[in-house]
């Protein structure tokens, strides 16, 4: 008799105050290296959120429908400490996106907490596609704010959500 083979469980923690097509290269590029990828969006999205809790899982269910590797994506809001949380749904890993050099100071102090708070889970740093660089939620709301276009930049739902939310503003 063989043994189950576990299969391997990633968490890809955020805000994803507005999911961009950043963020959908890194989900789909984990979908690709685990066999689950959770997509945690954090309750606590700061002071200000552009977008509520509830509009930002919504946001990110339907933009995730949009990636090759969907099936093995799972998106689920959480409140609390996120090393509580992937010792909760037994993960193995936590992916971390690195866009520059100025990520990687905050991002190393956040893996070794999290190392510390929960050992058996390891931190995982994914660098975006080179097209994506450059990009942040930051960014795409100062443009959306400003009436740039940000075709391109999120998936059409997120789009048609800044649309609709920048015209009951004005």
Request: aromatic letters at 8%; charged letters at 25%.
């Amino acid at each position: 008799m063989t043994a189950a083979v576990r299969k391997k469980k990633a968490i890809y923690p955020g805000t994803f105050d507005p999911v961009t097509n950043g963020h959908l290269s890194l989900i789909d590029r984990a979908s690709h290296l685990f066999d689950e990828v959770i997509v945690a969006i954090s309750k606590n999205a700061g002071k200000n959120p552009f977008f509520e809790f509830e509009e930002r899982l919504k946001l990110m269910e339907a933009s995730v429908k949009t990636i090759r590797g969907n099936g093995r994506v799972r998106v689920i809001g959480f409140d609390g400490m996120l090393a509580d949380l992937a010792v909760q749904l037994k993960a193995d890993a936590i992916i971390r996106g690195l866009r520059a050099v100025s990520d990687f100071e905050y991002e190393f102090q956040m893996a070794l907490m999290n190392r510390k708070l929960a050992r058996d889970v390891e931190t995982v740093f994914l660098m975006p596609s080179l097209s994506w660089v450059y990009l942040s939620s930051s960014l795409v709301k100062d443009v959306a704010r400003n009436d740039g276009d940000i075709s391109g930049l999120v998936p059409t739902p997120v789009k048609r959500a800044f649309k609709k939310r920048l015209s009951f503003q004005q």
